[in-house]
């Protein structure tokens, strides 16, 4: 039901659709629309759904376009909601399952080798989610066909390329550290990464396509199977007495190339080594601010938990980690509906104003009445469950849960307005915001270590959320109340938003005859100017609207 009320498809009425900006119409019969792809060089030409208009005007006889289905439509998206779920639960669960299943199996001193793998390994996640993950959910969930895959097949080239060049200074590191005494395990598990760091991250870039693709259901059963292939082999080397944490991490990463063959068979895609250049320069506009935006958080909250720990003393992080991990299933949901809602948002462009704050502000209600919620049961949870979980560490966690809950609920309160904005592509202005948290949580985090240890540090991290609630707010209501037309030439770098060959900077765009007059552009598109020769009252036709 949430699903339903955060994304309302386009309503059959005169109020709402614009169309989309790469459409064309075309004069004389029959009716067509030459799409411009919004990627590419490919032309197709689709014949319009008929409502009864001919070159001689309207047929009375036609019948008229039935009614959306409602019920079935808010199907649909629960399922997809579903699904978002489904994999965003997998994916938390293996990863903590993995280290879990290591930590009992193996020695401290292997677990840490592959723990510092597995940071590499994140690093990377969230450079490729940046470049590649978000770009494909806010500017390509509205695509389909040959024109969504030759974008899906050069963000894959430029995953290879980079993925591939970070692999050649991993293994040279885990060379030199296997010439050092100390340093012969980290430097077989940083070798065997370099083999197996581009299919991990390949897996995830797969992953994250089948979401702009809107095809969740493929992605959590990729997920899956990634599961019980790592698991399967991890079990392998141990019950055959070969558990080297060089082998553990080829059996993690080997399930996940798997997987990538089996993901680029299912999205019919093919990686362009060559593509990659023209994937960096079409989505430098989104990527470059997406990637400083990560590199920054990071940036502040690792370093603001090492300066804590410096100050505080031994315990003080993984106390703050260990209340993190009680909080973990909220991560898990606000992930699920932030994958799910980015590119349902995107796609759907005629969304006004007021249904867009709307959604914000349902969204982040829900997530923050779910948090609080949980919040309340993990107080009320007995002291004794949180001593059979953490056994003598539980302490430290104990003292901060109250605060890391409740920061980690205003952190989803930030939801709707972040998946808003994100969605309109104006990745401009929420880079602005991350200016404004890095700095607010170091100094909040540090001055409370420095007054009350652990304890102030917690509760400096929740201030910090409770601070940037109303930030993302104001930012969103600053946002919509631009008019169109400026919104849309900031989330795509100045270029008319309405061109398709400007908007992807396309080498071969579509060419419109000269005896088909201008192209078409809605009217409320623009500043009230009347469509190209038909008066200002005539409405503008578009698929999701009746004639």
Partial sequence: MVAGALLPGPAP?????????????????????RRRPPWGDEESLTPATSTGTSAGGPDQDAPSPAPPNQGSRLARLARRASWNLTDQVITAATNTALFVVLARTVSTHRLDAFTNAFYVFTLMIGIGRAMVGQVLSVRFSGASGRPLRTAIGQAFGFVLVVTTA??????????VALTTDGGRTLGAALLALAVVLPALIMQDACRMAFFARSDARQAALNDGLWAVLQFGGIAALIRFGHAEVGYLVLAWGGGAAVCVLLALSQLRVVPSIRGTGDWLRRSWDLSRFFLAENLLTSGAFT?????????????????IRGAQVLVGPLETLSAAMFTFALPELARRTWLEVRTRWKIAVVASATMLTVALLYTVALWLVPDGVGRLVFRDNWDGPRQVLLPIALGSAAARACLGPAVTIYAMGLARRTFRLMIVEAPLVLSLMIGGALAYGVVGAAWGLAANQALLVPLWFLTLRSVLRLPREQREAEAFGGADPHDAAARYDSDQPDAVPADRGPPYRPRHATTGTPLPGGSATDRPRARHSAR
């Fill in 166 to 175: 970070v692999s050649v200074i991993v293994a040279a590191v885990g060379a």
């Fill in 303 to 319: 370093g603001g938990f090492l300066l804590v720990g410096a100050l505080v003393g031994e315990g003080a992080v993984s106390a």
């Fill in 13 to 33: 009425d005169r109020s709402a659709p614009i169309v989309a900006p790469d459409t064309v119409a075309l004069s004389g019969p029959p009716i067509a629309t």
